[in-house]
């Protein structure tokens, strides 16, 4: 590892670790709660600055891993609505992914690669395999929640996928998963009024669940083909 990815990842993991002390107590249900008035006010104000200031804060926890992209997300739906809040949180969530994927990218993610896999086939065959089907496998662990966000921008990264289909997957891939966190949102002041707290495993209900994972089945089936062709 050189001078410039040494201050790379120092860079990345003091931003983590700042973000970490000074993040966990701010995003969290209960300050939204307890501020909800304020930030309804300011949003009725200073609705486009509002919309800025949410994208880039939830783009920098999404760039950097940091805790509270799940109250994020519902805040979205929170402040802006179904529609509106839908389309920042994917966007925003996208953003950041993209920042993370390029800095491990042209940072030290092909040294570290070469490092794995030096020497050992196996691990080189699963990387090119990878490449090979990188489309179906990324749309895959997009659409079912049981997969990290963050693991999945790192796998992508370290395994060398094309820029242009790890936004498209990501974009398409998070957006139904996006509509739910958003929806919950959406009547988040009914929930609090009732001195209740969100719902988040909403996702895990069949109803959701089982269509998240069809669609990460559908979008497996041109892999296998492709892997029965090769096999």
Same mark, same amino acid.
């Given at each position: /590892?050189?001078?410039?990815? %040494?201050?790379l #990842?120092g ?8 973000? $970490?002390?000074?993040?966990r &107590?701010?995003l969290s ?6 501020y +909800?008035s ?6 009725? !104000?200073?609705?486009v600055? /509002?919309?800025? =200031? ?8 999404s760039?950097f891993?940091l805790p509270g992209?799940?109250v994020? =997300?519902i805040t979205?739906?929170f402040?802006?609505g ?7 949180? $994917?966007?925003?969530?996208s953003?950041?992914a ?11 993610g092909?040294?570290?690669? &070469? +490092? /794995?896999?030096? *020497? +050992?086939?196996r ?7 990878? +490449?090979?089907?990188?489309f179906? %496998?990324?749309?895959?662990l997009?659409?079912? @929640?049981?997969?990290?966000f ?5 796998m992508?990264?370290?395994? *060398? ?5 790890? $936004?498209v997957?990501? $974009?398409?891939?998070?957006?139904? *998963?996006?509509v739910?966190?958003?929806s919950?949102?959406?009547g988040?002041? #009914?929930v609090?009024?009732n001195?209740?707290? @969100? !719902? ?5 209900? @069949? =109803?959701?669940?089982? @269509?998240?994972l ?10 296998i083909?492709n892997f029965?062709k090769?096999?």
């Amino acid at each position: /590892m050189n001078k410039q990815q %040494i201050i790379l #990842v120092g860079l990345f993991m003091s931003i983590f670790i700042l973000g $970490v002390i000074l993040l966990r &107590d701010v995003l969290s249900f209960s300050s939204l709660e307890a501020y +909800r008035s304020e930030l309804l006010a300011f949003r009725d !104000d200073n609705f486009v600055l /509002m919309a800025l =200031s949410f994208v880039t804060l939830y783009t920098l926890i999404s760039a950097f891993s940091l805790p509270g992209a799940l109250v994020a =997300s519902i805040t979205g739906g929170f402040l802006f609505g179904l529609y509106i809040g839908s389309l920042l949180n $994917v966007a925003s969530a996208s953003l950041g992914a993209v920042a993370l994927f390029l800095a491990l990218q042209r940072g030290f993610g092909q040294s570290l690669v &070469d +490092r /794995m896999t030096q *020497g +050992r086939a196996r691990p080189q065959e699963i990387m090119q395999k990878l +490449r090979e089907n990188e489309f179906g %496998i990324l749309l895959f662990l997009r659409f079912v @929640p049981v997969f990290p966000f963050v693991l999945v921008n790192l796998m992508a990264a370290l395994s *060398g996928v094309k820029l242009r289909n790890f $936004v498209v997957t990501t $974009v398409i891939g998070i957006f139904p *998963g996006a509509v739910v966190f958003t929806s919950i949102g959406v009547g988040l002041g #009914v929930v609090f009024d009732n001195g209740e707290r @969100p !719902d988040i495993s909403l996702i895990w209900s @069949p =109803s959701i669940f089982l @269509p998240l994972l069809g669609l990460g089945i559908l979008s497996l089936l041109p892999v296998i083909f492709n892997f029965k062709k090769t096999g």
